[in-house]
């Protein structure tokens, strides 16, 4: 009933208007919360109504009586007193009705806040083609009024004031540029924020296009087994299709996880290359693998750009182990095999710690090492014979 209420108003207002029949006043005030309004409903006496059977309703519900007072024999008013916020931003509907409930007059009333300055501004273009800000409104962010956000640009040196028409991005408080930007040259861009009770704006910030360029995620991400290595997988990847045309160095980073686990691992030092060798991985696992990219010296410019999306995620495998558990039962064997495998264990630990990441280093030695042990149980025995002769 309550949202049929308001186009009813606009209608009864301009019937009453012209026919100067019954009016409420004052007619859509804004005010502060915890404002106290008197508001009044006056007839024609060509109505002959008892302003004492009038009553009030807002939004629909009806107020006490001891809040209305008789003016005249043609004034009835109500008083609310600290007022809170608008229960809807089209304003809250206090309408005058007769004895028989039909509506004479109404009025919205508005009743919030003024904005407070946005913060948070910042901005981003996708592949220097476009540009996307976001920000946050400034205090709680609710004003209980519908506050209108604008968000405008221009050239710091010379051109004219604009304004960023597309809003609809499926996410509050952003906006979308889509042409017509300049490189080389900084814009000065900030947010507007205005309603009912005032207005504030924004700081200004001063960015470049070319120091604010992010990307696609990059294309074609595979994941394999290296070998029969139990405990790596390989990655490799493409550059991003849109960005093959520019001067810029990309970086790019790397996470990992466990397909049972939310929690991911990040490598950073992969650099520009792509392809990488993840390695200290659990054998017989599914990981799920992502990349990203940033653009580095877009044109030459000196800052980093921004990271782009992450890829989709990519699944793979480690092979399982094929180890087997020493079932001897010579005390002497076990410490043998003991030491062994201590020894072992720290030869690979230098060498996970030396190869892990995506560093250049060449790790050959290590994986013949590796598909020796995990293959080879009867060249162990045979050492372990060797080294008790």
């Known amino acids: 009933m309550i949202t049929l209420l308001l186009p009813v108003l606009c209608v009864l207002r301009a019937l009453s208007s012209s026919a100067q029949?019954?009016?409420?006043s004052p007619q859509d005030p804004a005010l502060p919360i915890g404002a106290t309004l008197t508001a009044t409903c006056s007839v024609s006496p060509e109505l002959g109504l008892d302003v004492g059977a009038l009553y009030w309703t807002l939004n629909g519900r009806r107020l006490p009586g001891d809040t209305y007072r008789v003016l005249s024999t043609t004034a009835l008013s109500v008083s609310l007193a600290q007022l809170n916020g608008s229960r809807q931003q089209s304003g809250d509907n206090l309408v005058c009705h007769d004895n028989e409930g039909h509506i004479l007059a109404g009025s919205c009333i508005y009743v919030g806040m003024p904005p407070e300055k946005p913060v948070n501004l910042t901005c981003w273009s996708r592949n220097t083609k476009d540009l996307t800000c976001q920000w946050a409104p400034g205090g709680l962010?609710?004003?209980?009024?519908?506050?209108?956000y604008t968000l405008k640009y221009k050239l710091r040196w010379y051109g004219r004031e604009k304004q960023c028409e597309d809003y609809n991005l499926g996410k509050p408080y952003s906006c979308y540029i889509p042409r017509d930007l300049a490189l080389f040259t900084p814009y000065e861009i900030w947010?507007?924020?205005?309603?009912?009770?005032?207005?504030?704006?924004?700081?200004?910030?001063?960015?470049?296009?070319l120091d604010v360029v992010t990307t696609d995620p990059p294309s074609d991400v595979h994941v394999s087994r290296v070998g029969e290595l139990e405990d790596q997988l390989s990655v490799?990847?493409?550059?991003?299709?849109?960005?093959?045309?520019?001067?810029?160095?990309?970086?790019?980073?790397?996470r990992y996880r466990l397909e049972d686990s939310t929690e991911w691992k990040v490598v950073d030092d992969v650099g520009n290359q792509t392809s990488c060798r993840l390695a200290g991985l659990k054998a017989g696992t599914v990981y799920f693998v992502q990349v990203r990219c940033n653009p580095v010296g877009i044109y030459g410019s000196r800052k980093a750009g921004i990271w782009s999306d992450w890829s989709n995620p990519t699944a793979a495998s480690t092979p399982q182990s094929e180890r087997l558990a020493s079932g001897s039962c010579d005390p002497k064997a076990g410490e043998q095999n003991s030491t062994l495998r201590r020894e072992l264990k720290q030869f690979f630990g230098w060498v996970r710690k030396h190869a892990y990441g995506c560093?250049?280093?060449?790790?050959?030695l290590y994986d013949q090492w590796r598909v020796w042990?995990?293959?080879?149980?009867?060249?162990?025995?045979?050492?372990?014979?060797?080294d008790k002769s």
């Open 21 to 24: 029949l019954a009016a409420v």
């Open 141 to 148: 962010g609710e004003t209980f009024l519908r506050t209108k």
């Open 191 to 209: 947010v507007e924020a205005s309603n009912r009770l005032g207005a504030a704006s924004s700081d200004v910030i001063t960015l470049d296009i």
């Open 236 to 254: 490799r990847w493409g550059a991003p299709p849109a960005l093959k045309d520019f001067l810029f160095q990309a970086k790019y980073q790397i």
């Open 359 to 364: 560093t250049g280093m060449s790790i050959k």
């Open 373 to 386: 042990l995990q293959k080879s149980h009867k060249t162990r025995n045979q050492i372990l014979q060797g």
